[in-house]
């Protein structure tokens, strides 16, 4: 099976190696991982694909100050609520990347694409209630973060 696999990266977190990456994984650039949304990540879950990846530069490397560590904090999140709903918090990772250091780009794209494969296909598909515990925990996150925001 070759999991469908998102993957948001920072467009600092930049990556000479990106011609390799496998067909099932779709690359995202955004700005900073910690302006991502976290309800983007369940909105990837929830249209049917089977983890998702998020790179952001190492710390205390970020060009907006603490945008990784707000991702950290955002994955712990995302996690808790994820298993709540009945999905396998291991869907979502993070992992902190610099093109500095040596270390593979690519490799990491293995390691959670095999952790990914091990779980198999998202059971979202199959199952309404999941995917309903997953839509309620969607919205239930959005009005969290629009809350804080006033
Ligand atoms: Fe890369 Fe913030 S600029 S994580």
């Given at each position: 099976?070759?999991?469908k696999?998102?993957?948001?990266?920072c467009?600092?977190?930049?990556?000479l190696e990106e011609?390799?990456?496998?067909k099932?994984?779709?690359?995202?650039?955004?700005?900073?991982?910690?302006?991502?949304?976290?309800?983007?990540?369940l909105?990837v879950?929830?249209?049917g694909?089977?983890?998702?990846?998020?790179?952001?530069c190492k710390p205390?490397?970020?060009?907006?100050?603490?945008?990784?560590?707000?991702?950290e904090?955002?994955?712990?999140?995302?996690?808790?609520l994820v298993?709540?709903?009945?999905?396998?918090?291991?869907r979502?990772?993070?992992?902190?990347?610099?093109?500095f250091?040596g270390?593979s780009?690519?490799?990491h794209?293995?390691?959670?694409?095999?952790?990914?494969?091990?779980?198999?296909?998202?059971?979202?598909?199959?199952?309404?209630?999941?995917?309903?515990?997953?839509?309620?925990a969607?919205?239930g996150l959005g009005?969290?973060?629009?809350?804080?925001k006033?």
């Open positions: 099976m070759s999991s696999i998102v993957c948001f990266m467009n600092w977190a930049f990556c011609m390799e990456v496998p099932n994984v779709n690359i995202v650039r955004v700005m900073c991982i910690g302006r991502l949304d976290p309800t983007i990540v909105d879950l929830a249209k694909f089977d983890g998702v990846l998020m790179v952001g205390p490397d970020c060009h907006y100050v603490e945008g990784n560590l707000q991702a904090r955002a994955v712990k999140l995302l996690k808790k298993a709540l709903a009945g999905l396998e918090p291991e979502i990772k993070l992992e902190w990347y610099t093109p250091e270390t780009f690519i490799q794209l293995k390691e959670f694409s095999s952790t990914i494969n091990a779980l198999g296909e998202s059971p979202l598909k199959e199952s309404p209630e999941l995917m309903l515990n997953i839509l309620a969607t919205l009005f969290f973060l629009e809350g804080r006033n």
